[in-house]
């Protein structure tokens, strides 16, 4: 059976390759970082046969450390840092309002009627020159992927729980 890459925090727990932290609360900070395997790839895709809209169908709740969840006027959105970079660069949509997420369930919000509220759509970097967006993302092995937040309370990751639909992502396969 062929492995397929799972980029999810579910209450602490992590896919492989994957590794949480907290925010640094009030300051654009990754929460989940990913990197694949040694000699691999993954490819996210910004489209699923489920919904009409296009994006990465998301299920976050996204809690404190007294299991609060944070304000829903908080930031989110993806990012990658190449190899060679010192920063990360945003590669989707920022999501200024996480009133879906807060107020539907974790399995709801990736049902067929649910699904493209809990999307966020990929776009191309602010330094590729292009616009609009990319059909996916190529993350290699020497590249890191990351859920970033902007939010005045700091988050727990032990009470934490973020899943990238897995029908958004390809691979890992050998680069």
């Known amino acids: 059976m062929a492995k397929s890459a799972n980029i999810f925090l579910d209450e602490g727990a992590t896919g492989p390759g994957v590794e949480a932290q907290a925010n640094d609360a009030g300051h654009e900070s990754q929460v989940l970082t990913y990197s694949p395997d040694r000699g691999t790839a993954i490819r996210i895709l910004n489209a699923v046969s489920a919904g009409m809209m296009s994006g990465v169908p998301v299920a976050m709740k996204l809690r404190d450390t007294d299991g609060n969840l944070?304000?829903?006027?908080?930031?989110?959105?993806?990012?990658?840092?190449?190899?060679?970079?010192?920063?990360?660069?945003?590669?989707?949509?920022?999501?200024?309002?996480?009133?879906?997420?807060?107020?539907?369930?974790?399995?709801?919000?990736?049902?067929?009627?649910?699904?493209d509220n809990s999307k966020v759509e990929l776009q191309y970097p602010e330094a590729s020159g292009q616009t609009g967006s990319p059909n996916s993302v190529t993350v290699?092995?020497?590249?890191?992927?990351?859920?970033?937040?902007?939010?005045?309370?700091e988050i727990d990751p032990a009470e934490t729980v973020i899943q990238l639909?897995?029908?958004?992502?390809?691979?890992?396969?050998?680069r």
């Open 165 to 174: 639909d897995t029908d958004a992502l390809e691979g890992p396969f050998s």
């Open 70 to 115: 944070i304000p829903t006027n908080s930031t989110v959105f993806f990012a990658v840092k190449r190899a060679g970079q010192s920063s990360f660069h945003r590669i989707s949509e920022e999501v200024n309002g996480l009133g879906h997420w807060h107020r539907t369930d974790l399995t709801t919000q990736l049902n067929s009627d649910n699904i």
């Open 140 to 153: 290699r092995d020497i590249d890191e992927f990351a859920v970033v937040v902007i939010s005045p309370v």
